[in-house]
């Protein structure tokens, strides 16, 4: 492309909230064959909400809640957050102090201290989180780190958890003292604009591909939602660049979009990195293209910005 050319479709894309660092991605952006879509805050909202909680041993659910949000407290995870607010709530709603004098203090409920003291917290990625409280291991995440630390996942459980992951929920998995205590289902709402930009880069003979840390069975529910066949589940944060490497190695020009720090290794391995403006400092600075709107459908715009302006002047 000539340098008027790039520097139109550079202030184009500006224009339309699509920030372009240089000619040579703009350049691979109209050969792009593989578009690599990061699942969890790409797809999805990236605001995953508990919409389940069971305990399968005599345990209070109260009090199961408390011990999970003790457990995850020091976790920054995504999943981590949801699970803790929703136990914040469980608790809040619990306390009859709150709302019987009808007086807002809501704040003190909040802050009351009902966590409890956990040590030696690990986080595992792309397994969940470790960690002692009262002396005892405590164990949150995915059937992994359960079956890695010789926690039996007795069939019932395991039941539950396979219906939680057919409706496209994320089952997380918690033991007590090596024991397996309880599951919680996590969902993560699609974004609006997900199925019908995956159905536009089909049209636009671009082959949308999923990636993420997340087990298979969510994995694909999710995908099936909004018309994605080819999905690589539980690649652990190292692996997401290696699905890009694999597909690159007939010559194919793969491009990946993402949004967190997992994904930077990625989105630079790619020939096109874009990255979710709303996105981790990380992510944006490995990418070639960042969307600032925070809306998929500037993918397209990307693509198509590349392909009509290059066109135009060859
Ligand atoms: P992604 O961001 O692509 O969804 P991650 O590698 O962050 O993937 O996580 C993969 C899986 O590991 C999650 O789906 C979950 O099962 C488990 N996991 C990771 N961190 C946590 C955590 N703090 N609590 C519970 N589960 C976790
Ligand atoms: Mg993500």
Known sequence: ATPTAVMVATGVGANNGVLIK???ALERAQKIKYIIFDKTGT???GKATVTTAKVFTGMDRGEFLRWVASAEASSEHPLAKAIVEY???FHFFDEPSATEDGQNNSKESITSGWLLDAS????LPGRGIKCFIDGKPVLVGNRKLMTENGITIPTHVETFVVELEESANTGILVAFDDNLIGVL???DPLKRETAIVIEGLHKMGVKPVMVTGDNGRTARAVAQEVGIQDVRAEVLPAGKAEVIRSLQKDGSVVAMVGDGIN??????????GMAIGAGTDIAIEAA???LMRNNLEDVITAIDLSRKTL???R
């Open 311 to 313: 066109s135009r002047i």
């Open 87 to 89: 136990a914040r709530h």
């Open 185 to 187: 289902g996590v969902a």
């Open 263 to 272: 994904d930077s290794p990625a989105l630079a391995a790619a020939d096109v």
């Open 288 to 290: 070639d293209y960042v």
């Open 43 to 45: 797809l999805t909202q």
């Open 120 to 123: 030696a917290f690990t986080a």
């Open 22 to 24: 240089g000619g040579d």
